[in-house]
C-alpha cells in the first residue's frame, strides 16, 4: 500500500486511514515522493492505551497525595491504645485486662476503629495507621 497513489485512493484513505506524502526533488532534479500510510484504528488504539496509562500514574499519584492529608481521623485514647496493643499482637482478651475494660468493650472499640478508618477488619486498620502514622 506505501505506493498507491493518494489521489485515486483519496475517498479510501479519508474513511479508513491517514495517508501522507513528502515531495522532494532528488540531485536531478527528479521528482519523488515518499508515502506512508496509517490505519486509523490503529493510531486511536495506541493513543488510547497512553492515555490509560496517564490516567492510571496521574490517579495513583493524587490518592497518594491525598491519602495522608485526609486522615484526620479522631480516634480516643482507649481506641489508640487498642490499636497499638493489636499492632503487638495482643488477643482481646489481653487488651481488655490491660486497659481494665470487658472484652465486649474492647470489641466496640475495635469495630469503631475499623469505621472511621473505613478498612474491613482491625488487621487492615493497623496496617493502614502503621502505613499512615508509621509507628503506633
Do not use: W
Not at 490499636?83 to 499482637?89: I, S, T, Y
Amino acid at each position: 500500500m506505501d505506493n498507491i497513489d493518494a489521489r485515486q485512493n483519496e475517498d479510501y484513505f479519508t474513511l479508513f486511514g491517514i495517508y501522507a506524502c513528502k515531495i522532494y526533488s532528488d540531485e536531478k532534479g527528479k521528482d519523488s515522493k515518499i508515502c506512508i500510510y496509517k490505519k486509523i484504528a490503529d493510531e486511536v488504539s495506541m493513543v488510547i492505551k497512553l492515555l490509560a496509562e496517564k490516567i492510571a500514574t496521574e490517579y495513583g499519584k493524587r490518592i497518594k497525595e491525598k491519602e495522608p492529608n485526609e486522615i484526620k481521623i479522631k480516634l480516643n485514647d482507649s481506641q489508640i491504645k487498642i490499636l497499638e496493643l493489636e499492632a503487638k499482637g495482643y488477643r482481646e482478651l489481653d487488651i481488655a485486662k490491660v486497659l481494665g475494660i470487658e472484652v465486649v468493650t474492647v470489641k466496640y472499640h475495635k469495630r469503631k476503629i475499623v469505621e472511621k478508618l473505613g478498612v474491613k477488619n482491625i488487621k487492615e486498620a493497623v496496617a493502614k495507621a502503621i502505613k499512615n502514622f508509621g509507628n503506633i
